[in-house]
């Protein structure tokens, strides 16, 4: 294993090493370690050299750590060049291949290295296994605290199932008492990375115990943004969910792109004008897990786009899977109500949303077709679907598709709750829930596929639909 490089640094041995002992001395300042020094791992380094921290980079990349060592930029990203010019000058960045050391050197460490894809599309974690044996040999005989900040993208789990066993493993010692572990993903983008490292979406932070979220507020907390602590799971998962949104809105330009441009449409006016509306458009609107959308617009205009589309000979594969996704997840309400093994059911709302009386192409319509066909014994109540008021589009649409709803209907709650052993929640009204908390049974089971929060009042068994 090759030693540190000969830049100009202090000796990190002369520091404590313990976080709270480290920002007595020093202000808010800390020792750190960075472990891979790519595109993530170089822009935090110099970024936490600036910031006045003292930092050791490590990386397997001999070469990597001689531009460093020189003064220059292992990536090629706006204003790098400059900044890691000056601070290694300052004498406040260390390099070095070893990673051992570099933990008993640091306070905390910030684990940056690749997690690329595998031939099989799962994620290559073989970086990432071989250094966590490193951090855990490198805490052995340390005798203070130390924080590992997992900040590579990594699959929902790893760190707590995989990368935390291997540290304790490998030290002999225990996470939350003589270490802390926690994931923080990174948000900064290629060509802008400077940039998006001084002023993030937000900050995340995954953590289970409390030293390791206080060390990452003290390094971040200036940040202009939110600062959140969750799960180490849902912090893992968040960075998936970003990248995979960013992909999906890329694709949903490109194919409306494809499509303007087969019908004569500027494409750039018209997703100008998409981003306008920060009402339903760029807005948490329908970003809400919760049952399948349904009623009179959505289903028909996405089905005219794509025989637009096969009109003109343009294939848009994402807008073409969303009616099958939406059906899968109809599908996946029939077979938990199905899966409860009672044949006596009790619907919640019958309309495609709260708040409507429509039933065009509602998701709960088919829920309840499907538990008839099955000879399910089935009531329904949707205190806004009044049969003999229903009129126009409406009507029609039951006196065509479903004549045979009305008689199942009831206008009681209670009723409808006292005769079923399995209730399927598929309106989300504040006073529909204190009405059920007093009716539902301790054993019924309610299947929500509304997503009622967590805080409220319930009795029985309650299943999510995928929550
Ligand atoms: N590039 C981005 O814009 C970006 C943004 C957010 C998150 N991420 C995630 O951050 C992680 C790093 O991405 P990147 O683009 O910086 O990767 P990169 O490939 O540019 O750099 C990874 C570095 O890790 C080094 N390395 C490998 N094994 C090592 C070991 N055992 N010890 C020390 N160093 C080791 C490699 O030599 C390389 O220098 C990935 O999980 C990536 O998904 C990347």
Same mark, same amino acid.
Request: proline letters at 5%; hydrophobic letters at 40%; a negative charge.
């Given at each position: 294993?090759?030693?540190?490089?000969?830049?100009?640094?202090?000796?990190?041995?002369?520091?404590?090493?313990?976080?709270?002992?480290?920002?007595?001395?020093?202000?808010?300042?800390?020792?750190? &370690?960075?472990?891979?020094?790519?595109?993530?791992?170089?822009?935090?380094?110099?970024?936490?050299?600036?910031?006045?921290?003292?930092?050791?980079?490590?990386?397997?990349?001999?070469?990597?750590? +001689?531009?460093?060592?020189?003064?220059?930029?292992?990536?090629?990203?706006?204003?790098?060049?400059?900044?890691?010019?000056?601070?290694?000058?300052?004498? *406040?960045?260390?390099?070095?291949?070893?990673?051992?050391?570099?933990?008993?050197?640091?306070?905390?460490?910030?684990?940056?290295? #690749?997690?690329?894809?595998?031939?099989?599309?799962?994620?290559?974690?073989?970086?990432?296994?071989?250094?966590?044996?490193?951090?855990?040999?490198?805490?052995?005989?340390?005798?203070?605290?130390?924080?590992?900040?997992?900040?590579?993208?990594?699959?929902?789990?790893?760190?707590?199932?995989?990368?935390?066993?291997?540290?304790?493993?490998?030290?002999?010692?225990?996470?939350?008492?003589?270490?802390?572990?926690?994931?923080?993903?990174?948000?900064?983008?290629?060509?802008?990375?400077?940039?998006?490292?001084?002023?993030?979406?937000?900050?995340?932070?995954?953590?289970?115990? +409390?030293?390791?979220?206080?060390?990452?507020?003290?390094?971040? %907390?200036?940040?202009?943004?939110?600062?959140?602590?969750?799960?180490?799971?849902?912090?893992?998962?968040?960075?998936?969910?970003?990248?995979?949104?960013?992909?999906?809105?890329?694709?949903?330009?490109?194919?409306?792109?494809?499509?303007?441009?087969?019908? #004569?449409? +500027?494409?750039?006016?018209?997703?100008?004008?998409?981003?306008?509306?920060?009402?339903?458009?760029?807005?948490?609107?329908?970003?809400?897990?919760?049952?399948?959308?349904?009623?009179?617009?959505?289903?028909?205009?996405?089905?005219?786009?794509?025989?637009?589309?096969?009109?003109?000979?343009?294939?848009?594969?994402?807008?073409?899977?969303?009616?099958?996704?939406?059906?899968?997840?109809? +599908?996946?309400?029939?077979?938990?109500?199905?899966?409860?093994?009672?044949?006596?059911?009790?619907?919640?709302?019958?309309?495609?949303?709260?708040?409507?009386?429509?039933?065009?192409?509602?998701?709960?319509?088919?829920?309840?077709?499907?538990?008839?066909?099955?000879?399910?014994?089935? *009531?329904?109540?949707?205190?806004?679907?009044?049969? &003999?008021?229903?009129?126009?589009?409406?009507?029609?649409?039951?006196?065509?598709?479903?004549?045979?709803? %009305?008689?199942?209907?009831?206008?009681?709650?209670?009723?409808?709750?006292?005769? &079923?052993?399995?209730?399927?929640?598929?309106?989300?009204?504040?006073?529909?829930?204190? &009405?059920?908390?007093?009716?539902?049974?301790?054993?019924?089971?309610?299947?929500?596929?509304?997503?009622?929060?967590?805080?409220?009042?319930?009795?029985?068994?309650?299943? %999510?639909?995928?929550?």
């Amino acid at each position: 294993m090759r030693t540190a490089m000969a830049c100009p640094v202090r000796d990190p041995r002369t520091w404590s090493g313990s976080p709270a002992d480290v920002n007595q001395n020093t202000g808010n300042l800390l020792k750190i &370690s960075i472990f891979g020094l790519g595109y993530v791992g170089a822009v935090s380094l110099a970024c936490l050299a600036r910031d006045g921290h003292e930092v050791i980079g490590v990386d397997v990349d001999q070469a990597k750590l +001689d531009l460093i060592g020189e003064g220059k930029t292992p990536v090629v990203e706006e204003g790098m060049v400059e900044l890691m010019q000056k601070v290694v000058a300052s004498g *406040r960045v260390q390099v070095t291949t070893d990673a051992q050391r570099a933990v008993h050197d640091s306070a905390l460490s910030l684990i940056c290295v #690749g997690t690329p894809s595998a031939p099989n599309g799962s994620q290559d974690q073989s970086a990432m296994l071989r250094l966590a044996h490193d951090l855990g040999r490198g805490m052995r005989d340390k005798d203070r605290p130390h924080v590992f900040v997992f900040r590579s993208t990594l699959v929902p789990g790893t760190v707590e199932d995989v990368l935390q066993p291997i540290i304790e493993r490998e030290s002999g010692k225990r996470a939350g008492e003589d270490f802390s572990v926690c994931f923080q993903p990174e948000f900064l983008r290629e060509g802008t990375s400077i940039r998006d490292y001084d002023k993030p979406p937000f900050t995340i932070v995954g953590a289970n115990d +409390d030293a390791a979220f206080t060390a990452l507020q003290e390094l971040f %907390g200036h940040l202009p943004c939110a600062f959140h602590r969750t799960s180490v799971r849902s912090a893992e998962m968040v960075k998936y969910c970003c990248n995979n949104f960013h992909a999906l809105k890329i694709t949903f330009a490109n194919e409306t792109a494809r499509l303007c441009a087969a019908l #004569g449409v +500027d494409p750039f006016e018209v997703m100008d004008l998409v981003c306008q509306d920060r009402q339903l458009n760029i807005s948490p609107a329908y970003l809400k897990p919760g049952f399948a959308f349904g009623g009179s617009c959505l289903p028909k205009d996405l089905r005219a786009t794509m025989h637009l589309a096969k009109l003109h000979d343009v294939e848009l594969p994402v807008l073409n899977s969303i009616i099958p996704s939406n059906r899968q997840h109809a +599908d996946l309400a029939i077979a938990k109500v199905m899966a409860v093994g009672s044949r006596r059911v009790g619907m919640i709302g019958l309309s495609f949303k709260t708040g409507t009386d429509d039933l065009r192409e509602s998701p709960l319509v088919l829920l309840a077709e499907h538990l008839i066909g099955k000879g399910y014994n089935l *009531r329904i109540y949707d205190p806004e679907v009044h049969l &003999s008021r229903l009129l126009g589009a409406n009507r029609r649409f039951i006196d065509t598709h479903v004549p045979h709803m %009305g008689e199942l209907m009831r206008p009681d709650l209670a009723e409808v709750v006292a005769a &079923s052993d399995v209730l399927v929640l598929g309106l989300a009204s504040p006073s529909l829930l204190v &009405s059920l908390a007093d009716l539902v049974r301790e054993d019924q089971t309610v299947i929500d596929l509304v997503g009622v929060p967590k805080t409220t009042k319930r009795r029985g068994h309650w299943e %999510g639909l995928c929550w």
